[in-house]
């Protein structure tokens, strides 16, 4: 088990963890003490997930950029783990305020919004860098909630963040966009700087 706590330390996983999870606590305890809604509002359950994944991005490239396309064992099996593992990070902790009196959900957005950003994050930093690879699902992301557009169906798409959990469009697109991550990053893993 050497090399996973080797491959977690050059991934800065620890820190990474510590900060989604703290992200999370600090966004349930905010939301415990400043409102008397048992129900966390959407836009800020759709917040919460982009800064954990933001936070979560910097594990997805080591510091050497010769080690990823090295290895006595391969790559791609390493890469769906972790992305695994990172959708989990995040889902987990926003899942589990469900039983509490600040609830993050409906699960079905969290679980969508976690996917898709963490899918569109893996492909951006298969495609321009682990780096940068956290702008477009900001961007996109804070246009989406602010300008949410429930109709017309190119709307839906377009929003797909802050669209409800019930939108097929919204999971449709979300779903394209963590399985395109999933095996451009699989594939390709982080470009090199």
Avoid: I
Avoid at 22 to 40: I, K, Y
Avoid at 85 to 90: E, F, H, P, Q, T
């Amino acid at each position: 088990m050497r090399w996973l706590t080797l491959y977690l330390r050059s991934r800065r996983a620890p820190v990474s963890l510590a900060a989604a999870v703290g992200c999370a606590a600090l966004m349930w305890t905010l939301w415990s003490v400043s409102s008397n809604s048992g129900s966390v509002g959407m836009q800020m359950v759709v917040l919460t997930v982009l800064l954990m994944v933001a936070v979560l991005t910097a594990t997805l490239g080591g510091p050497d950029d010769a080690l990823e396309a090295t290895a006595a064992m391969p790559w791609p099996p390493r890469r769906v783990a972790h992305v695994l593992v990172a959708l989990l990070v995040v889902v987990v902790p926003l899942l589990a305020t469900l039983a509490t009196g600040a609830r993050f959900g409906p699960a079905g957005l969290v679980v969508r919004d976690a996917a898709g950003l963490l899918g569109l994050t893996a492909l951006g930093a298969a495609t321009v860098g682990t780096a940068r690879s956290w702008f477009l699902p900001l961007g996109w992301t804070l246009a989406a909630v602010l300008f949410a557009r429930p109709d017309p169906a190119l709307g839906r798409v377009l929003t797909w963040q802050a669209q409800p959990p019930a939108s097929a469009a919204a999971t449709v697109t979300a779903g394209l966009l963590a399985l395109a991550g999933l095996l451009a990053y699989t594939v390709a893993g982080p470009a090199r700087r």
